[in-house]
């Protein structure tokens, strides 16, 4: 029982993160994975294999802070994905490294890396994380009904907003204003009265009508 409240909040704590950046901003995805290696010890061989994984991301997170050659991190992603395919460290570097993909304009291998995530990441919060990048990704490429298809994936109540959003600027690309203003507006009614991403909402609504 006390393994799994530490795995909630570890989850709850991976929440949190995303919840404040919930773009593309590499740095802050770093500090994240700093923060998220706590090395909580637990007991068990799940444990173990946890605190394996997190040592590999920590790696990872030093090697993408000195700028090392791309081809050494994305092995130690591979191993990740190979020998740890259920952690949250994994899904932690496959999210990062697809963050980094999509600043280069390499939109195919970020792709790629979010649908492995989808494929092997059960957790919810995981999952919608990784839909939601999905969906920017895939409107970088123009495949737009992909993109609405990929956020119309089941996702917390918290991230509802954020894939509402996202929604509407595939719709707007597509000149479909209608489409866009009415998840702009299902976006805004979720969000609570404080949010800090209300005001831009009501701009991209406003810009339509």
Do not use: C
């Amino acid at each position: 029982m006390a393994a799994h409240l530490e795995e909630q909040q570890e989850l709850d704590n991976f929440k949190y993160f995303w919840k404040r950046t919930g773009r593309w901003i590499f740095a802050l995805l770093i500090v994240a994975a700093l923060g998220y290696l706590g090395y909580t010890i637990y007991q068990g061989q799940k444990a173990s294999k946890d605190q394996e994984a997190a040592a590999v991301l920590a790696q990872m997170v030093e090697k993408a802070q000195q700028k090392t050659d791309p081809k050494s991190i994305n092995a130690d992603l591979a191993e990740l994905q190979k020998n740890y395919p259920d952690s949250i460290s994994t899904a932690q570097a496959t999210l990062m490294v697809a963050a980094t993909e999509f600043d280069a304009g390499r939109y195919d291998v970020a792709e790629g890396h979010l649908n492995w995530v989808l494929k092997n990441q059960n957790a919810p919060l995981v999952q919608a994380l990784a839909a939601q990048r999905l969906g920017v990704v895939l409107l970088q490429q123009k495949k737009y009904d992909a993109a609405i298809n990929a956020l119309n994936t089941q996702v917390e109540a918290d991230f509802e907003p954020l894939m509402l959003e996202t929604k509407g600027d595939v719709y707007v690309a597509q000149n479909k204003t209608k489409e866009a203003v009415q998840s702009y507006e299902a976006a805004l009614s979720k969000l609570p009265q404080t949010a800090v991403g209300r005001e831009l909402l009501q701009m991209k609504i406003d810009s339509l009508k």
